[in-house]
């Protein structure tokens, strides 16, 4: 049975700091595309950051780009979300999914996504 646990999410004050994981069992992450997508209330799940499992190249959405750094950690199998400079519009429900298939190109295609995490919230607020 795969999984993709994430954690890391929590209350933090807006211009703060957080650091995701996701975590794979039953599958070698490095192997596949991982994504973060978010979904804040009422609101349509959307791509966030892509890694590729060919070179590691990364993709953003505009809305993070130069606060938010996705990286990995192939021996611990484990994807990371570093996030920056949170503002209160970043709260939402932060979900990790990896993909066999997906690519640069098509990174914030949700329906390309086999495996996904249950999703950690994340809230900024002062």
């Known amino acids: 049975q795969v999984q993709l646990v994430e954690s890391g999410g929590g209350l933090v004050q807006p211009g703060g700091s957080l650091t995701l994981s996701c975590a794979a069992s039953?599958?070698?992450?490095?192997?596949?595309?991982t994504a973060w997508f978010r979904q804040a209330p009422g609101k349509e799940r959307e791509g966030i950051s892509f890694?590729?499992?060919?070179?590691?190249?990364?993709k953003y959405a505009d809305s993070v780009k130069g606060r938010f750094t996705i990286s990995r950690d192939n021996a611990e199998k484990t994807v990371y979300l570093r996030m920056n400079n949170l503002k209160p519009e970043d709260t939402a429900v932060y979900y990790c999914?990896?993909?066999?298939?997906?690519?640069?190109?098509?990174?914030?295609?949700?329906?390309?996504?086999?495996?996904w995490g249950q999703g950690t919230q994340v809230t900024v607020s002062s």
């Open positions: 999914a990896a993909s066999y298939f997906s690519s640069s190109r098509t990174w914030s295609v949700i329906a390309l996504y086999d495996y």
């Open positions: 039953d599958i070698t992450l490095d192997h596949y595309a």
């Open positions: 890694i590729s499992s060919s070179d590691d190249s990364t």
